[in-house]
């Protein structure tokens, strides 16, 4: 699998504070600064799209380089037919693995890990592996936005309830009939 024919997949690079404020995220806990915020909201579509699938074309032609270079690394080869028929079902196996998992680091730790042709099943589980911090960071930002979203929408709502507490207990003008003229009155 040559480096020329894998997507290039590069996750952005998240700010000291904001890797410290994720790896300390409770929910429901303090809201980060503007700053912060700002920052995970960049960086959630890169996340998102890095652990979205690829297109299936794009996946079996990267599956069959993959299967080409671990066949030539494994003590049990499999022969021409075989390993076409072999590419056809690890690419159904690794339809939905992310797109992240398609890098030479995976080629290597492959190559290392496998001293017999993988199944799929295994393929798939080491490939998944790959992206496992880059699942918890996605979850944990994605965390954070809605937090974020949350506390906007309450801010909203509680604004509007101010205001039609103070509409309904402003003070209205009553006709006072003894004196024949119009004064404040706040009603009870």
């Known amino acids: ?24 995220l409770r929910p429901g806990g303090f809201a980060p600064s503007v700053a912060l915020e700002a920052e995970a909201r960049a960086a959630l579509p890169a996340y998102a799209r890095a652990l979205a699938p690829l297109p299936e074309p794009q ?3 990267l599956v069959e380089e993959f299967a ?9 080869p499999l022969p021409g037919v075989a390993l076409h028929l072999r590419c056809g079902a690890l690419a159904a196996a690794c339809a939905t693995v992310p797109a992240l998992a398609w890098n030479a680091v995976s080629v290597r730790r492959a190559l290392v890990a496998f001293t017999f042709f993988p199944s799929a ?13 880059a699942r918890v960071t996605h979850g944990r930002l994605r965390l954070l936005v809605a937090e ?5 929408l309450r801010a909203q709502a509680q604004e509007r309830r101010w205001a039609l507490w103070e509409q309904q207990h402003a003070p209205q003008p009553v ?6 003229v119009d ?3 706040n009603q009870p």
């Open 59 to 61: 996946v079996s032609a």
């Open 148 to 152: 974020a979203d949350q506390r906007v």
């Open 68 to 76: 080409e270079m671990l066949n030539a690394g494994v003590v049990n």
């Open 1 to 24: 699998m040559s480096v020329l024919h894998t997507p290039r997949i590069v996750l952005p690079a998240l700010s000291p504070a904001l890797a410290a404020h994720l790896a300390a």
């Open 183 to 185: 004064c404040m009155k």
């Open 175 to 180: 006709y006072n009939p003894v004196d024949n």
């Open 121 to 133: 099943a295994q393929l798939v589980t080491l490939l998944e592996e790959q992206c496992g911090m």
